[in-house]
């Protein structure tokens, strides 16, 4: 549990009342930022937005009987705050120079604490361009398969500066293993993670193109995905597990430490072979057999070979049950990249890197399937967060279409034009989706495979409403 006692441990405390003896007795901090969801006796952390400040609903969560409020201290509403402890004499009221730093500084304390208790918990951080959610859920699988109940990983993609805080409040003394997912937009949000979780083991994915709008650069956004390898390292003192796909043209690059591994079909330490659902694994001179039927994706199998030995590594007597384990996972239904019948779906999040990926590995199904690629359709839109590079970037995913012998497309969004660019003469092309609406109709019972990706803004996955 989160314990009152780390309260008086925090910086960003300025002041706290109530009427009851809060010192005299430990109780949980039941961690809801969330004025919807509060549910009785929880503490409420008060958060503040570009648009909205969550003091605003303090009477609904103190009508909830709130254990505890925390919010950031202001001179004006010191006297409002001083008649609602009055009012609510059950509830402990807390001032703090800013409530997302004390969400942070609570979850960093208590990481630490858990891990204090027992010296052997492990705390791996995952992240990447693409596929840190599926890496996150890859390495749940196997390492629940040696440790059932007790490991926590971030729920969903909460993985940013308020979600890992909320993840890290999960933990408890039944648990042995952190896996706390993170993301980031803008140059140094790593390291604030980093600094909250302390992680001593983790993955980088890939270095793609995603949110190179405020990164600059490819180096910038490797710079930036490398914090956490670097925090690993500290943390560690270079013994933590590391593995990264070493066929990735920058993660090679990473300084080598005694935890680094890396693996790959073309490069790495540890060299692996997809053929099929079949993964072989050469570790060890002995070559470890994965047969997994459950996954199509050539690049998803690629992903769960490395989260296979990444498991090895940091489990190294637990090799056999880590192989049975991987070739039984299940890609869980997540909201993003999914088949949906005949239709593949990923509305989600796109970027040259994952688009590319996801189309490599459309049109290699369609071939083991035998499925000639005049039966499929194809819907492709924005890339958002590309700034600069976004002209450049659609042109070339437009270019690797035609390079795949992909004929029926349609492109939906502002950057159509792009597209265009490598691409003259598609079979349609839209501003907005719900332009396109009627052609879709035509389409979904013409063709015998769809694929579909776009950024999120498109909501493209309500065409599949239309029918």
């Known amino acids: 549990m989160v ?43 008060a958060l503040v937005g570009e648009n909205f400040d969550a003091f605003n609903y303090l009477e609904g969560v103190l009508n909830l009987d709130a254990k505890v409020v925390i919010v950031s201290h202001s001179f004006e509403r010191a006297a409002l705050f001083q008649s609602l402890s009055v009012l609510y004499p059950k509830t402990l009221f807390i001032t703090v120079t800013d409530t997302l730093l004390f969400l942070q500084e609570l979850a960093r304390l208590h990481i630490e604490e858990w891990k204090k208790a027992d010296k052997d918990r492990k705390i791996i951080g995952v992240t990447g361009s693409n596929g840190k959610t599926t890496h996150k859920e890859m390495i749940y699988f196997l390492l629940n398969s040696l440790l059932p109940g007790k490991v926590l990983a971030t729920k969903g993609n909460l993985n940013n500066h308020i979600g890992v805080p909320l993840t890290i409040f999960g933990l408890t003394k039944k648990h042995k293993v952190a896996i706390i997912e993170m993301g980031m937009n803008h140059a140094g949000e ?196 590309l700034g600069d590079h976004a002209a450049p970037m659609h042109e070339e995913i437009a270019r690797h279409i035609k390079k795949l012998g992909i004929k029926n497309v349609t492109f939906i969004g502002r950057y159509r034009e792009y597209y265009l660019k490598g691409f003259a003469d598609p079979k349609g092309h839209y501003l907005k989706k719900e332009e396109f609406s009627e052609e879709w109709k035509k389409i979904r019972k013409n063709y015998k495979y769809i694929f579909i990706k776009a950024s999120r803004s498109l909501e493209l996955e309500t065409l599949l409403n239309i029918v």
């Open 190 to 385: 790593i390291k604030v993670l980093c600094d909250i979780a302390h992680p001593e083991h983790g993955m980088i994915t890939n270095i793609g193109a995603a949110h190179i709008e405020f990164l600059k650069s490819m180096e910038n956004i490797f710079k930036e995905k490398g914090t956490l390898y670097d925090s690993v390292v500290k943390t560690s003192k270079g013994q933590g597990v590391f593995v990264v796909n070493g066929d990735d043209q920058y993660l090679g690059k990473l300084k080598k430490s005694k935890g680094l591994s890396t693996y790959g079909e073309f490069g790495g330490d540890t060299k692996i072979e997809i053929n099929g659902e079949r993964i072989i694994i050469h570790m060890d001179r002995q070559p470890l057999l994965i047969t997994n039927n459950n996954i199509f994706e050539h690049h998803n199998l690629k992903n769960l070979a490395g989260t296979a030995i990444f498991a090895m590594k940091l489990f190294p007597k637990k090799v056999k049950q880590i192989i049975e384990a991987a070739s039984k996972y299940q890609q869980p239904s997540m909201n993003r990249s999914q088949w949906i019948n005949n239709i593949f779906l990923d509305a989600y999040n796109a970027n040259p890197s994952s688009m590319k990926v996801s189309l490599d590995s459309f049109v290699t199904i369609m071939k083991n399937k035998n499925v000639d690629l005049d039966d499929c359709y194809f819907i492709l839109g924005d890339m958002n967060e």
């Open 3 to 45: 314990s009152s006692k780390l309260l008086f441990k925090l910086k960003s405390v300025i002041t706290m009342d109530a009427f009851f003896d809060f010192k005299a007795r430990e109780f949980e901090l039941k961690i809801n930022t969330d004025s919807r969801s509060f549910k009785k006796d929880e503490t409420f952390v």
